[in-house]
C-alpha cells in the first residue's frame, strides 16, 4: 500500500515516513506544495496523510479539490485541537482525523483501519440506486453521487436497519466500531450531507428524524 505524506515540517515528515516504513507501507512525500493537487492525483496513493497547515493551499481547502477527481484515502493531521477543524475537515471528506502530538500507535491502527475499510467489495440496491460500498458511490440510471467513508458507514448501518428507528448512539457505535472516531456535531454533518446527496438522486426526505428517538431511513 501506497501513503503520501503532505506535511511541511521536515521533522515530522521524517518521523512519519520512518514509522510508515517500519509498518511496511510504500511512502511519498510531496515536497512541491506549490503543485500539490497535480502531484497527488499523478501518484495515486491509497493514503493521504494531510497536514492542514501546508503552504500555499491549506490542507482543508486542498481536501476540497482532491474530492472533485477522487475519493481516495484521507487522514487529517493537524497540530490544532480545535472541534470546528474537525468538522470542517470531515464536511470536506476527510476518513479521518488525528491531532499532533499523534500516538504512532493509534496513528497505524486508524491508518489500517481506513484501509481495510476501502478494500472491502460490497454492493447492493436501495430502491433504483445501486450501492457501490468499495468505491463509496451511490448511483441510478442517469446520475451518480460519491459519498465518504463516514457517510458511507452512517448509510450503511441505516440501509441494514431499513424502515426500522436507529439512534444517534448507533450510529456513532458503528463509526468507531469501524475505527472512525467522530464527535456529535461531525455525525450531524455526515447525515446533513448524506440527505443532500440522496436528495440528489431524487429520494427526498428519505432519511426522517423522529424527535428524541433516532432516525429512519425509508
Do not use: C
Not at 510504500?26 to 492542514?52: C, G, R
Not at 424502515?163 to 469501524?178: A, F, P, S, Y
Amino acid at each position: 500500500m501506497k501513503i503520501m505524506i503532505v506535511e511541511d515540517d521536515i521533522t515530522i515528515q521524517n518521523e512519519l515516513e520512518i514509522l510508515l516504513k517500519s509498518a511496511e507501507y510504500e511512502v511519498l512525500i510531496l515536497k512541491d506544495f506549490e503543485h500539490s493537487l497535480d502531484y497527488i492525483l499523478d501518484n495515486k496513493p491509497d493514503l493521504l496523510l494531510l497536514d492542514i497547515q501546508i503552504p500555499y493551499l491549506n490542507g482543508e481547502m486542498l481536501l476540497k479539490q482532491i474530492r472533485k477527481h477522487t475519493q481516495m484515502s484521507v487522514i487529517m493531521v493537524t497540530s490544532k485541537d480545535n472541534e470546528a477543524d474537525e468538522v470542517l475537515s470531515m464536511s470536506y471528506g476527510a476518513d479521518d482525523y488525528i491531532t499532533k502530538p499523534y500516538n504512532p500507535t493509534l496513528l497505524l491502527l486508524r491508518i489500517q483501519a481506513v484501509l481495510k475499510r476501502s478494500s472491502v467489495k460490497q454492493d447492493s440496491y436501495y430502491h433504483d440506486i445501486y450501492v457501490d460500498l468499495n468505491k463509496g458511490i451511490l448511483s441510478t440510471s442517469n446520475k451518480e453521487v460519491i459519498l465518504t467513508k463516514n457517510e458511507m458507514i452512517i448509510f450503511n448501518y441505516m440501509f441494514n436497519h431499513l424502515g426500522h428507528i436507529v439512534t444517534r448512539d448507533e450510529l456513532m457505535t458503528d463509526l468507531w466500531d469501524n475505527k472512525e472516531y467522530v464527535s456529535d456535531n461531525t455525525l450531524t454533518v455526515n447525515i446533513s450531507r448524506l440527505r443532500n446527496k440522496l436528495n440528489e438522486l431524487g429520494y427526498k426526505d428519505s432519511i426522517v428524524t423522529r424527535k428524541g428517538q433516532g432516525y429512519l431511513l425509508l
